[in-house]
């Protein structure tokens, strides 16, 4: 049997439903949630791949340990999703990679052990009762590879990770909806104030509903329709080692909570990521730069955001001096609060699933189900919690 496959077209048809700009996991699981609805709907993507910008920059994670209860509900219900992809799309056996091998959030001063305690009774209100708080002597039993000097840590099993290009083109191959590649959105159609399809570079398209998925780029195409969207693209790396012997193939997303490195195991290699404290917002770019400068913040261990302050395996690593890498980029949409924009927006016929803000792969499934159900109109506007018009809650600077 043939395994199915995303509908990748050069033809735009006249007329739509849904109207999706972009091919990253979100437009794609948008043009799923919409074919549930009955919708028909089109992507249109403007690179000749699907999933191929932010997207494939991701490593996987997923976790519902958040610092709020909206968006650890909404990765709640993707995560629950996820487990019954196949039954929920159709789509027999179709591997998403999953590997719950849990988020381990280790600390080592008093002051971060206390705010640990107090993030752990936040989450239990939520109803998030799996999150354990563990002593150095647990971890050090469970994990004796990380260093003595951890004096605390969070762990949730069932959080993990799993493969973003199969998560986003399982939505893609259940749509069924063409996506249209090498097309690039260039305006939005009017009638009066509202959005009523789509020019592009292949023509025109009618649609009842345009939704905006469109990442990093997301900001400046909704001034095209003088919308201001307070989307700001800020790069973010992954590095990729091929090959890390040390690295135990069981171990969970490893974090430093207060240096916010992290790594995880990959087959039979691991990959590494950090936030470096002085990036700064730029222009979406298409082609992201990538530069060693974030491989050496990780790997030497004389960087005080070095991985070998966790797991000092890694100091054996870096003295090998023999390791291969990739530094992979790419650019996180990034919001006031860090939390999507979602449904509609103040321009009518115009909706957004964006502003993913580094979560866009965990929350896939479940900001596209919001969206269209405000496309739909099944949620009130004031009832979404992510309505692009509410009040930005302030910024936890050490939330990842
Ligand atoms: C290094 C890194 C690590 C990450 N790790 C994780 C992780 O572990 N877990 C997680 O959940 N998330 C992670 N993320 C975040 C995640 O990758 C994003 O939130 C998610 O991919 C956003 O998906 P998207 O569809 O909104 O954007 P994108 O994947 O960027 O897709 C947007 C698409 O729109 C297209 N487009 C833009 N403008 C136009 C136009 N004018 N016409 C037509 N098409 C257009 C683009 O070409 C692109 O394909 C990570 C991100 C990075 C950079």
Redesign the pocket.
């Known amino acids: 049997m043939i395994a199915p496959a995303p509908r990748l077209t050069h033809e735009l048809p006249d007329t739509t439903d849904v109207a999706i ?7 794609l699981a948008t043009a799923y949630f919409a074919r549930r609805a009955g919708l028909s709907a089109v992507v ?4 000749p791949a699907i ?5 494939a ?6 976790r519902a340990q958040f610092d709020n209860e909206p968006e650890s509900r909404l990765v709640r219900e993707s995560l629950r999703f996820h487990a019954a992809f196949a039954d929920e799309t159709g789509l027999a056996d179709w591997d998403l990679g999953i590997m719950p091998q849990g988020y381990l959030f280790c600390v080592f001063e008093e002051s971060s052990a206390a705010r640990q305690r107090a993030l752990v009774e936040r989450q239990r209100q939520w109803g998030l009762s799996d999150v354990e708080i563990l002593d150095p002597r647990t971890i050090r039993a469970r994990w004796p590879w990380l260093s003595e000097r951890v004096t605390q840590a969070r762990f949730r099993a069932a959080d993990g ?1 799993l493969d ?1 290009k199969r998560l986003a083109t399982g939505f893609a191959a259940a749509s069924e909806a063409p996506c249209v590649v090498d ?3 260039r305006a939005f159609a009017r009638s009066g104030e509202r959005v009523t399809g789509l020019v592009t570079s292949r023509g025109p398209i009618a649609a009842g509903a345009v939704v905006l ?5 997301s900001g400046v ?1 909704a001034a095209t329709a003088g919308l201001a969207l307070p989307i700001a693209p800020t790069r ?3 590095l990729v080692m091929p090959h890390v012997p040390e690295a135990p193939a069981d171990a969970p997303m490893t974090i430093d909570e207060e240096s916010g490195a992290h790594w995880r195991p990959w087959r039979g290699g691991a990959h590494g ?1 950090l936030t470096l404290p002085d990036v700064a917002a730029e222009d979406p770019l298409d082609v992201v730069p990538a530069s060693d400068r974030f491989a050496f913040a990780l790997l030497d261990p004389a960087r005080p955001t070095a991985l070998a302050r966790l797991s000092p395996f890694w100091e054996r690593v870096w003295r090998r001096q023999d390791q291969h890498w990739v530094v ?6 990034d919001t006031p609060d860090r939390r999507p924009l979602l449904g509609a927006s103040a321009v009518p016929g115009l909706f957004l699933d ?1 502003g ?1 803000s ?6 896939a499934a479940a900001c596209a189900r919001l969206t269209m159900d405000c496309v739909l109109g099944t949620v009130a506007h004031a009832d979404n919690p992510f309505r692009a018009d509410r009040a930005f809650a302030p910024l936890d600077p050490a939330a990842l």
């Open positions: 700009v972009g091919g990253g996991i979100a437009g249109i993507e403007r690179r999933a191929s910008l932010s997207t920059a991701a490593t996987g994670g997923f990770w973003p097309t690039d959105v998925a469109a990442g990093p780029f195409l973010r790396c992954r990521m992979r980029a790419g650019q996180y949409d964006t993913h580094g979560h866009g792969v965990m929350s």
